[in-house]
Nanobody
Framework: QLLESGGGLVQAGGSLRLSCAASGRTFNTYSMGWFRQAPGKEREFVAGITRRGGGTSYAESVKGRFTISRDNAKNTMFLQMNSLTREDTAVYYC???????????????????WGQGTQVTVSS
């Protein structure tokens, strides 16, 4: 089970830190990712991280502004979001990919487990 937290309303240029808490003892066997979905749009990749946290990947739209990280000892993943813009407004989902052939998930189809989502709203 995945549970996101940390969303909310923030002004443009501000920051938020999302957390994703995972239950169970196998967190470090999953590569993880953050995805987002804005109204009327498809769910899109935001950032991904490998099982041990040594590798990361970002969508071009967030590169240099967002940072993904994980703490396997605490079964938690994070997304630090800086310099937020209105285009970042969406529901943000954390996801886990259990397949050994997925280095880190960059597509929703690669993910086996999803959180319920947390709303991020950026006002101008």
């Amino acid at each position: 089970q995945l549970l996101e937290s940390g969303g909310g309303l923030v002004q443009a240029g501000g920051s938020l830190r999302l957390s994703c808490a995972a239950s169970g003892r196998t967190f470090n066997t999953y590569s993880m990712g953050w995805f987002r979905q804005a109204p009327g749009k498809e769910r899109e990749f935001v950032a991904g991280i490998t099982r041990r946290g040594g590798g990361t990947s970002y969508a071009e739209s967030v590169k240099g502004r967002f940072t993904i990280s994980r703490d396997n000892a605490k079964n938690t993943m994070f997304l630090q979001m800086n310099s937020l813009t209105r285009e970042d407004t969406a529901v943000y989902y954390c996801a886990a990919a259990g397949s050994a052939i997925v280095f880190l998930p960059t597509s929703p189809h690669e993910c086996d487990h999803w959180g319920q989502g947390t709303q991020v709203t950026v006002s101008s």
